[in-house]
Each structure stands twice: as structure tokens, then as C-alpha cells.
């Protein structure tokens, strides 16, 4: 029985108990909100079970892997530790590049976290077009991966060929820009065939229902600039994937949404997020950024950090880390550890507007105030880069003498 199959019959599971416990929230409330699919625990033999939805802390995803062009299957394994290391809660592997299965393993072995795929990716690149690709072919990679051990997939099934005539007409700049999306749309035109996704919905809930892989469905028509505002291919595929995510439900697989990933206009983001959240019954929702800005080119991390803490306080339940070479090239170690950071900062802001604020921050204000610089690299996010950077001493470098803190601890004793 899967999660929500056992949430629906009152039975309480032992990965129900260990998300209780780790989020300090109540048992029964979990597993009220996995029956009515608003939490989903992601599980793997290795990693401790993981919920992501209603009432718990935000969650941060790093993608990795290889690509065509840039192959080195030790340079991801490092990604991952290194995005694992600095609070990355999941790991997806989107390698299309190399040995794709080894690369997965290899992942795999050195983190325990959940990993998730995009099994079109892996299709894609080793059938090397798309017009090779067959259906079957689709569903002998789901099968393999979820085999093999991933805690989750991500489908795109939440368009049709109407919505593709419908974003022929919209009005966008940069068109889809999502690349599993894309996949999918270019097999679609290539075949003059409805979305395989959609045609074999049934078949991948049965075999993702034998594991209790959580399912997510993709953001295909995302916006890829901020002028490209939301339209209606991005409206149909919410109330799409809204209506698969209720039938997986119901059929027993977990699900989550993903939406309002790309680019979207800062004033627009929360009132996006509690649209998406009330069309798709709050569901767990997925966004990728959103970035607030295009210009950011170099320094997306932090536009994407600010987006998605605005996102996380309206609802967004799970962040997709945005790399400083988003847009530019295949991210380095160095640009994951960034990207990481910069949205496990944005997690945790949009967590201090969902809960309130938190006991880190009270603490390290307090480690602060006192000058205790051990103090506040307990209490930092990254205490070793805060170390790295400070300038030793009772005061620091900045005002030296002229240290604020110590004029009024001497003024006014405290
Ligand atoms: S020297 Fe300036 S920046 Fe440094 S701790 Fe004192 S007040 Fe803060």
C-alpha cells in the first residue's frame, strides 16, 4: 500500500511517524493531509523519509548531471554531495550525457537524499531523436528508473495538441523554454501523435503505484521572460495537471504539481502561487526560481532567491535551486554550492512568513549583539564561508574602532 492509500484507510505508517517527529508537527494532521494529497513522503531504502506540502518546512531540490557536451560523471557525483552538504533535501539527476544508468548509480551511492528523474531525458538522449522514440520506449525508462531505485519521476502531461495551437497564437517572447516540455512537444509534432504522457497516464500510475515512486507533473508552458505573462496554454496545463494530480490520487499515487517555475513579474508571484495552489486543491507545489528579473544573467541564484522566497511565503511547498550559470553553461561544483544556498536562505525566509520567525535567527541576532563570532557561525547558514570572510578580532574590519556595538555596549552597558 502506498502512503496515501494508508493515510486514506487511518492507518498511520512508520514514514508518517518519522515526518511527524522531524517537522515537530502532529501525526494526525499528516496523515490528513496526505489522504486529501496535500503532503507527499518521498521514501528510498537509504535516505529517512521526506514530506514535502502542508504545514512543513519548505524543501529545496538541486538538479545535476551530465550533458551532451560537458561529460564528467565525477564532477555530479561531487555536485551532489556538495548540494547535499548545504541542505539540499533532493537530488534530480537529468544527466544526458554518458553512461546515463551508471551516472544515476554512482549519484545514488553517494548521497541519501531522494532522487528524482526526468525519464524523458534519458530516452531522449539515448534514442538521439526523437522521431526514434516510441511509446514503449517511454515506458521501458520509467520502469527501469523507478527499478532502479528513484523516489520520483517527472512526467509532462499536462498539455495536448490543442494547447500547442493555442501557444502557437499566444503572444510570448521566448515560447517554451521548459526542456522536458519541449521533449515532449517536439515528439508530439514529429509523431502528429497526442501526448504520450497523457496516452499512457494509466500504465506509468500503475507501475509508479507498485513502488510508491511520487509523481510530478511537469510545468511545461512556464514562462521563460518576465513580459511573457501568464496565458492560456500556461492556464490550461494547471487545470491539466490539477485534474491528473486528483486521478492519481485517487488511484493511490502521491503527486505533486510543479508550476510557476520560470519567469514571473515580482508583483505577480504571490498572488500567482495562491491561484496555482486553489486550482490544484493545494496540492504540494514545485517551482523552479521564479526568477523576478531577466538581467540577473551571472547572478540568477540570487534573482531566483528572491523569487522564490516570495513564492515559499505564499505556499510553495518545495524550491528548485537556481545556479549563478543558469541561462550560460552546465553549473560547477562551485555554482551548485552557491545555487544551494541561495535557495535553502530562500526556503527559510518563506518559511519565517509561513511559521513565523525562527529560533536561528533569534539566536544568532543574540551571538551578534555580543560580538561572539564562534556564536554566529553556529547559528549561520554557512558558517564556514561567514568564518572564511570575517577579519579576526573583538570587533571586525568594517568600523574597527568605531565598532557600533562596542560604543553603546560601553554607553549604555549593554
Ligand atoms: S565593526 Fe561594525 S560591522 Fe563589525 S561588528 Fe562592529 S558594528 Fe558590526
Known sequence: ???????????????MVDVALHEKTELDIVRKHIASGEIVIMTCPKCKPLGIGKGLLTKVNVNIGTSSMAIDPDAEVKKAMVAVEHGANTISDLSMGGDIDEIRRAISDAVSVPLTTVPIYQTTAEKGSFHEIDQEDLIKTIKKQVQEGVSSVVIHAGFTLDTLTSLKKATRIMGM??????FTAAWMIAHKKENPFLEKYDEILEILLRKDIVLSLGNAMRSGCVHDMSDKPQLSEIQKNAELARHANDVG??????????????????A???????????????????????????????????????????????LCAITPSEHLALPSIDHVREGTIACRIAAHIGDSMKY??????????????????????????????????????DTCTMCGDFCALKIMEQYRGH
Not at 517555475?261 to 515580482?266: L, Q, R, S
Open 1 to 15: 500500500m502506498t502512503q496515501i492509500e494508508e493515510a486514506k484507510s487511518g492507518r498511520t505508517t512508520r514514514e
Open 177 to 182: 523554454v521548459s526542456k522536458g516540455g519541449a
Open 253 to 270: 499515487v502521491q503527486t505533486i504539481v510543479e508550476g510557476m517555475g520560470g519567469h514571473v513579474p515580482a508583483k505577480n508571484i504571490v
Open 272 to 318: 500567482y502561487v495562491r491561484h496555482h495552489k486553489k486550482i490544484t486543491g493545494n496540492r504540494p507545489l514545485f517551482v523552479s526560481g521564479p526568477l523576478p528579473t531577466d538581467i540577473a544573467v551571472g547572478y540568477d541564484h540570487i534573482a531566483a532567491c528572491i523569487g522564490a522566497s516570495l513564492a515559499s511565503g505564499a505556499g510553495a511547498d518545495y
Open 356 to 393: 513565523g520567525l525562527s529560533d536561528q535567527d533569534f539566536n544568532l541576532a543574540k551571538m551578534r549583539r555580543q560580538r561572539n563570532w564562534e556564536g554566529q557561525f553556529k547559528f549561520a547558514l554557512d558558517g564556514e564561508r561567514a568564518r572564511q570572510i570575517h577579519s579576526p578580532g
